[in-house]
Nanobody, 122 residues
Framework: QVQLVESGGGLVQPGGSLRLSCAAS????????MGWYRQAPGKQRDLVAT???????NYADSVKGRFTISRDNAKNTVYLQMNSLKPEDTAVYYC????????????????WGQGTQVTVSS
């Protein structure tokens, strides 16, 4: 099994910054894509950013130029640096990790974190 622990959410004023972290642990054999998604009240969960094991990144248009995703492969951790935050960025942010385990090294599963609240408000 793979466990994801997220941290770094909170309340911030418009224009402020936050950094989210998500550490994966457990019986991990390999990790491919790591990413962040968000879900605002009454809306579907949407992609924010992803990063592959080789470092290729993909961002939602709404966060390009403001958010930066990165990862530390040695620590099985993915980060999301969020700058110039706007009220519309308010949502629960979920970490996503695609990984295989020691028990099953050939099938990739998508694991999700428990979510961390980000609120942008004055």
């Amino acid at each position: 099994q793979v466990q994801l622990v997220e941290s770094g959410g909170g309340l911030v004023q418009p224009g402020g910054s936050l950094r989210l972290s998500c550490a994966a642990s457990g019986s991990i054999f390999s990790i491919t894509t790591m990413g962040w998604y968000r879900q605002a009240p009454g809306k579907q969960r949407d992609l924010v950013a992803t990063i592959t094991s080789s470092g290729s990144t993909n961002y939602a248009d709404s966060v390009k130029g403001r958010f930066t995703i990165s990862r530390d492969n040695a620590k099985n951790t993915v980060y999301l640096q969020m700058n110039s935050l706007k009220p519309e960025d308010t949502a629960v942010y979920y970490c996503s990790v695609v990984a295989t385990t020691m028990v099953n090294r050939r099938i990739y599963y998508n694991y999700w974190g428990q979510g961390t609240q980000v609120t942008v408000s004055s």
